[in-house]
């Protein structure tokens, strides 16, 4: 049996821009996406703090060091320029590998710099 579980999430990340006209997807800087092991074309979901909206898409690569956090496409009606999202990916893990599973945390600024990486996620609700 397999179980999908958190595998990385960015924790604030402030929308840089949004492109109606795109094809689809978010832009993310590749710098960021690195740290958590997220990689270009898989798939996340986002949650916006702002409005509830939670919806997915997949992920492409943006200028290293740009902070840019651009959702395109259809997404783009879904947020505004400032406004507060989370990204989630997720993995299939084996069974007998849960108890082990590390998800990678970072949490962002509002310049869209990581400020920390969090190994779990504290039990407080608020950071």
């Known amino acids: 049996m397999f179980r999908t ?36 074309n898989e798939k996340v979901q986002i949650v916006n703090n702002n409005n509830g909206a939670r919806f997915e898409t997949y992920v492409i690569k943006g200028p290293r060091g740009s902070g840019v956090f651009c959702l395109n496409g259809a997404a783009a009606r879904l947020v505004q320029e400032g406004d507060v999202i989370i990204v989630i990916s997720y993995a299939l893990v084996a069974e007998e590998n849960v108890k082990e599973h590390q998800p990678k945390v970072a949490v962002l600024n509002e310049s869209n710099q990581i400020v920390e990486m969090l190994g779990t996620e504290p039990a407080s609700t608020v950071l």
């Not at 821009?17 to 690195?34: A, C, H, K, P, R």
Request: net charge negative.
């Open 5 to 40: 579980m958190m595998k990385a999430k960015l924790h604030r990340a402030r929308v840089t821009e949004s492109n109606l006209n795109y094809v689809g997807s978010i832009t993310i800087d590749e710098d960021i996406m690195d740290a958590v092991d997220i990689v270009e």
